[in-house]
C-alpha cells in the first residue's frame, strides 16, 4: 500500500511552508499505516509534541506581547461525544506497562526529524499535529473497551 504512494524528498529550509506540511503529512501517514500503530500509543506521541509546541509558542507569542490563536492553543473539540457509556477494564498502570516504547520513540523521532530537517515554523508544525490529535481524540472517545486503545489509528483515505 505504502510503495503506491509517491515519495517527495525531504524540502529545503527555504522551501514553502506547504511543502514543508505535505512532508511531515507524508511521513506521518507512511509511517502508521506500515505499522499499524495502536491508537493509544499515537495519543501519546501527538499529545507531546502539541504540548512542547503550545509551550513553546506561548511562550515566544508572551514575550512578544501577543496571544496564541485558539486554533493553536487548545485541543480542538471532540466530535459526538457520548457521555452515557461506561467502559471498563485494566488499571491504568496495567495498559501503560503494555505500550511499545520502541514504537513510539520511532514516531517521536519521525516527527522531529522532519520538522526540523526542513526548519519547519513552529505554527505549521503544531496546525498539522492539532489535526492528528484531533483524529486521534475522537477515536478514543469512540473507544469502549481497552482492546479497542490498542487497534491501530484509523486514517481516512483522503489523509
Known amino acids: ?32 499505516r506500515q505499522y499499524s500503530m495502536p491508537l493509544i500509543e499515537v495519543s501519546l506521541v501527538f499529545s507531546k509534541y502539541t504540548r512542547q509546541l503550545t509551550e513553546a509558542l506561548t511562550t515566544q507569542a508572551e514575550s512578544q506581547g501577543e496571544t496564541l490563536p485558539e486554533i493553536l492553543a487548545q485541543p480542538w473539540p471532540v466530535l459526538g461525544v457520548n457521555e452515557s457509556a461506561e467502559t471498563t ?56 473497551g481497552t482492546g479497542q486503545l490498542f487497534s491501530p489509528l484509523e486514517i481516512p483515505e483522503e489523509w
Open 89 to 144: 477494564g485494566p488499571p491504568l498502570e496495567t495498559v501503560l506497562e503494555n505500550l511499545d516504547d520502541d514504537r513510539m520513540d520511532i514516531l517521536d523521532t519521525i516527527l522531529r526529524s522532519s520538522m526540523v530537517a526542513t526548519e519547519m515554523p513552529l505554527a505549521d508544525a503544531l496546525m498539522q499535529l492539532r489535526q492528528w490529535e484531533h483524529l486521534a481524540r475522537n477515536q478514543l472517545t469512540d473507544s469502549r
Open 1 to 32: 500500500m505504502t510503495e503506491d504512494l509517491p515519495r517527495i524528498p525531504i524540502p529545503s529550509p527555504d522551501a514553502d511552508s506547504t511543502e514543508k506540511m505535505v512532508f511531515l503529512q507524508e511521513q506521518i501517514v507512511n509511517f502508521l
